[in-house]
């Protein structure tokens, strides 16, 4: 009996552990309605007529188009790859009218906009806007973005989500995947 109980122990110790970043549920479930919420635009995506500083609603701006909303807290370089392969579908997709813009979250309004500067100018990209959501330490509320999540993306057409993703480490995140539910919500 002995024996049953330490192992009992021990798989509840190490089974956190053995999670798989697919497994970490932040963000909205497929099949939900994404709800307004607001962001400054820091930089980025000079052409799409919303000048930096402003605040704003870019879910609303984008109204029904399909859209990827991406909540990270981290600027590791999965994160920048992610942003230029966005970037790339903007431009691939135009005729379909997608949309995306990187929201940073942070523990303070200042370090959340010095991060995305920082993403922004790493990434060199032309079309994504980097924004930081006014409730910046998490995103908004009724979004469910889990607080131990490095990266949480939504995909949302017809302003309901289509796919997610998220990881709780950054090095984590499967970029194509990503890639393939944006052309798969396309077609």
């Not at 370090?111 to 910046?136: C, G, H, Q």
């Not at 999540?149 to 990503?178: R, Y």
Request: proline share 4%.
């Amino acid at each position: 009996m002995r024996q049953l109980v330490s192992l009992a122990l021990a798989l509840a110790v190490l089974s956190p552990s053995f999670a798989s970043a697919e497994e970490l549920k932040s963000g909205l479930e497929a099949g939900k309605g994404i709800a307004p919420f607001y962001v400054t635009k820091t930089v980025g995506a000079e052409d799409d007529g919303v000048p930096c500083g402003k605040n704003l609603c870019y879910r609303c701006k984008n109204g029904a188009r399909p859209q990827v909303m991406v909540f990270t807290r981290s600027t590791d370089e999965k994160v920048v790859a992610l942003v230029q392969k966005l970037d790339e579908q903007l431009a691939a997709h135009e005729d379909a009218q997608l949309r995306a813009f990187v929201n940073m979250l942070g523990d303070s309004k200042d370090a959340a906009t010095d991060s995305v500067k920082k993403l922004a100018s790493i990434s060199k990209v032309k079309l994504v806007p980097f924004v930081v959501p006014n409730e910046f330490e998490n995103g908004p509320e009724d979004y469910g973005i889990n607080p131990k999540a490095d990266i949480t993306i939504i995909l949302a057409n017809d302003e309901k989500v289509v796919a997610s993703h998220a990881v709780a480490a950054a090095k984590d995140l499967d970029v194509d995947s990503v890639i393939k539910d944006i052309n798969k919500m396309l077609n």
